[in-house]
Each structure stands twice: as C-alpha cells, then as structure tokens.
C-alpha cells in the first residue's frame, strides 16, 4: 500500500510537511514495514485527478526500511531526512519538469 505522508498528493513536484498520522498507522500495524519511496515526475506522468499515464519520464527510488524511532517527531525527522537523500537520487528534477 502506497501512503503520502504529507498527507494528499499535493502541488506536483512539492512535497508538504509529514504529518503525524503516518505514525499512528505504523503503531497500530507495527508488523507492517516501513519503506521510504520518493516519485518525481509524476505530475506530468500522471497528472492528478486522471486514471492514465502520460509519456513523461519519471523517478522512483525506494529507500530501506525504517524501525528506529522513539516517537512521531523523531520518526517524521527520520523520513524527512530519508526524502530528502533519496531525491538526490533522481534523475528527473525540477528544472525537466519546467522544461
């Protein structure tokens, strides 16, 4: 299952703050891994609000599973810095998406 922990979809290529929810899930369903994914590219792939993939080249880089935290805001410190290192990652960026 696929969650965005900001939340919703958003602006595409704008990632919104990490919400706590994220935690309470992960809590309720400890048995359930915790895997960090960043997509970029996807709002001009599959632009939100339609069921079709337009021909846009886009980012999917999958991260390694997270178990250790104390809490929601060191879990929620953990995956931002988790994001932030595997969108270093991408190929596609900001500046391809303008363009």
């Known amino acids: 299952?696929?969650?965005?922990?900001e939340g919703s979809r958003g602006s595409p290529?704008?990632?919104s703050g990490l919400k706590k929810g994220i935690y309470h899930l992960?809590?309720?369903?400890?048995n359930c891994p915790v895997v960090p994914v960043v997509m970029r590219g996807l709002g001009r792939s599959?632009?939100?609000?339609?069921?079709m993939f337009v021909p846009f080249n886009c980012d999917v880089v999958i991260g390694e599973k997270l178990d250790d935290f104390k809490d929601s805001d060191d879990l929620l410190a953990k995956m931002q810095h988790e994001y932030d290192t595997l969108a270093e990652k991408c190929i596609v960026t900001t500046l391809d998406e303008e363009s």
């Open 13 to 15: 290529e704008v990632m």
């Open 26 to 30: 992960i809590k309720e369903h400890s």
């Open 46 to 51: 599959l632009p939100k609000g339609t069921a």
């Open 1 to 5: 299952m696929l969650i965005f922990p």
